[in-house]
């Protein structure tokens, strides 16, 4: 069963998909994320065990080597595509409540910002940290956030701008959002967005890089 | 006699002592439509000392919409772009290219380039002779851009993992109209070639350097090589935290790099990079130039030149007055360096 959860987190790691994924070379024609996760469903290896230790360990190997300078974006991308082969197999069991994720954050490019890049790996990398995300796109108006916090006030919500001009669209959406639930999380990212900016509009939280947001979350969550 | 804008220039890229330190203002749409009295300002007290040639391509039959309107944008590649601001420039909005697979079905505007590229040598020929300034050739090849609007950006990322997929073919389908238009420029008058591509991120380069080097650098080589063939100067542009490449920009021949240098470590920039290439500005848009504040602005150029002046050269003052950006911080950036410029020559007599 290690072995197998440990080669598994590998593939994730390497962003080794499947077994006729052609990246990464030196593991051409091994079986991959796909695979390994159907042989541990087979080796009645729970869902909750899969993702807990190996989706997520790999992720997270890869998260803290980008976290040191020791990855780039394409291997965090590469390596979320082989999370994301291994979760088609797992959802059914998500779907019918079997397996469990650590909550659900609602992400989106603020209104009037059609730059989605920085808002899909943040996507990508809390996937595979184990949280359901819901993906409001971009040009995300503050009503569109705040509907998706009425149908579940627990969701936590990440807004993303890389524009100087987009980026005060989050204030009102912030301040839209706590009026109607002042309990809410919400969380900024994006190239011009500062701590300093975050304060002054309300929100509880900048992150430079996906991966430390992620580890903020999971710290938060376990209180 | 005093220098010309055009020999302040050639002097500051050579290392040669200009009697000053020569100025490029980037204007964007965005700007020149809000705030026309400051932009008239700038223009009068700070003139450019650069210019690019009046020469245009004749419109492609391709080419759909305003690129800087609210709406749709199709360009000369077939790329369509959405735009949610009036001034800026917008997202591609579905990428040509689903599937790598299909890099064959691309096919680059080569029907823009005039067969005969007599006149327009006549064209750019008299704009060269009707100005003192520095003149930049009217084009500015793209690769990396160019592939991520073909393929959409995630694409993209991915694919230069798995170069033999597509990647490379694809690449070449590119450079190899950029080339053409390269060997067209450098052999007209103007003073240099320019290209771009915004090669990092926040804090790093955005794939790993090792494969920059080997499947984007020789594009650029090519691109300086062909341009010093024919006495040209290189300008080149990319956004992002780029130190990781400082020095191969350096080794293939760029004289003025335009990159953000408030990404970077300007203490580990100035001793690796000063000296040996221009520092083609800029001034911070993410931070500094949208601050209501003008001494945020003048701190800046300050925190730039102590780090990166020397009055032999290979510092232009510029930066990009663009959305965002506030009219006053903007006129204090341009007032700083030139007071800046002053002081340090004063110091020097």
């Known amino acids: 069963m290690d072995d197998l959860l440990k080669q598994l987190a590998l593939c994730i790691e390497r962003g080794k998909a499947s077994k006729e994924a052609p990246y990464p070379p030196d593991m051409k024609g091994q079986d991959g ?114 509907q998706a916090v009425d149908q579940d006030p627990t969701r936590i919500v990440g807004l993303s701008a890389l524009l100087t001009t987009t980026m005060v669209n989050m204030e009102d959406t912030v301040k839209q959002i706590k009026q109607k639930y002042p309990q809410a999380q919400i969380y900024i990212g994006g190239a011009p967005v500062s701590k300093e900016f975050n304060d002054k509009i309300g929100a509880d939280g900048y992150f430079p890089d996906p991966h430390s947001f992620a580890k903020h979350l999971a710290a938060q969550a376990s209180k | 006699m005093p220098q010309t804008p055009r020999e302040i220039v050639r002097r500051c890229l ?21 705030y026309p009295e400051t932009v008239e300002q700038l223009n009068r007290r700070f003139p450019s000392d650069l210019a690019t040639t009046e020469y245009f391509y004749p419109p492609s039959p391709r080419v759909k919409g305003d690129p800087y309107k609210v709406g749709y944008f199709t360009d000369e590649w077939g790329c369509v772009f959405r735009n949610l601001q009036d001034g800026i420039i917008g997202e591609v909005e579905k990428p040509i290219l689903e599937s790598i697979a299909d890099w064959k079905l691309v096919q680059p505007p080569y029907e823009q380039l005039p067969a005969d590229f007599s006149e327009p040598y006549e064209i750019i020929a008299r704009y060269y002779e009707s100005t ?81 080097r080997e499947y ?72 500094v130039l949208c601050s209501k504040d003008p001494q945020v602005g003048r701190d800046a150029v300050r925190k730039v030149c102590s780090h990166l002046y020397d009055p032999a050269g290979g510092m232009i003052a510029q930066f990009e007055f663009g959305a965002g950006a506030h009219p006053e911080t903007a006129i204090a950036v341009f007032e700083e360096w030139h007071k800046w410029d002053e002081e340090e020559r004063k110091t020097v007599v």
């Open chain 2, 14 to 34: 050579e290392f040669d002592f200009p009697e000053r330190i020569p100025r490029d203002l980037w204007l964007l749409p965005w700007a020149v439509t809000r």
């Open chain 1, 33 to 146: 994320a796909s695979e390994l996760t159907q042989q541990a469903l087979a080796a009645s290896i729970s869902p909750n065990d899969i993702l807990h230790k190996a989706l997520m360990v790999g992720m997270n190997n890869i998260g803290e080597k980008f976290s040191r300078g020791e990855a780039f974006i394409p291997e965090l991308l590469i390596s979320a595509k082989a999370m994301k082969a291994a979760m088609e197999h797992l959802k059914p069991y998500f779907d019918s409540g079997v397996a469990q994720h650590k909550g659900t954050i609602v992400l989106g490019t603020v209104a009037g910002d059609l730059h989605d890049i920085g808002k899909n790996i943040v996507r990508m990398v809390l996937e595979g940290a184990g949280w359901q995300v819901i993906d409001l796109g971009v040009d995300a108006s503050t009503e569109k956030f705040v």
């Open chain 2, 132 to 212: 003192d300034k520095f003149v930049l050739a009217n084009i500015c090849p793209r690769p990396w851009e160019r592939y991520q609007f073909l393929r959409g950006t995630e694409n993209a990322l991915i694919d230069v993992m798995m170069p033999d997929e597509g990647m490379v073919d694809l690449l070449k389908v590119i450079h190899d109209f950029y080339l053409k238009e390269v060997e067209l420029w450098a052999t007209s008058e103007v003073d240099a070639i320019r290209f771009m591509d915004d090669w990092g991120a926040q804090q790093r380069l955005l794939i790993p350097p090792e494969l920059w």
């Open chain 2, 216 to 287: 984007f650098k020789p594009l650029y080589k090519d691109y300086c090589d062909l341009a010093k063939a024919h006495g040209k100067f290189v300008f080149m542009h990319t956004d992002g935290d780029v130190s990781d490449i400082y020095e191969d920009l350096i080794e293939i021949g760029v004289d003025a790099l335009n990159s953000q240098l408030f990404c970077m470590d300007l203490d580990d920039l100035a001793r690796r990079a000063k000296g040996k290439i221009t520092f083609w500005g800029e001034i911070d848009r993410q931070y």
